[in-house]
């Protein structure tokens, strides 16, 4: 993979790694979202997938309901 550079205080991509980054949102993937979510700690990980989960269930029960 592409190596990263510094650039007042952040970290830029370098064109390889924005070749990729591109392909990934042309593709149809929430980059900002991923971004996000590595910004979060494991527990808030772990609720925001529980409640996910829960309401994945709540909706299939009332499918077939």
């Not at 980054?21 to 527990?43: F, S, T």
């Not at 409640?51 to 309901?65: D, G, H, P, S, V």
């Given at each position: 993979?592409?190596?990263?550079?510094?650039?007042?205080?952040?970290?830029?991509?370098?064109?390889g790694?924005?070749?990729?980054?591109?392909?990934?949102?042309?593709?149809?993937?929430?980059?900002?979202?991923?971004?996000?979510?590595?910004?979060?700690?494991?527990?808030?990980?772990?609720?925001?997938?529980q409640?996910?989960?829960?309401?994945?269930?709540?909706?299939?029960?009332?499918?077939?309901?």
């Open positions: 993979m592409a190596a990263t550079r510094k650039q007042q205080g952040k970290t830029m991509e370098t064109s790694q924005a070749d990729e980054v591109r392909a990934a949102i042309d593709y149809g993937i929430d980059i900002e979202m991923l971004i996000d979510n590595i910004k979060r700690d494991p527990g808030e990980l772990i609720r925001r997938h409640t996910a989960l829960n309401t994945a269930e709540k909706l299939r029960e009332a499918k077939y309901k």
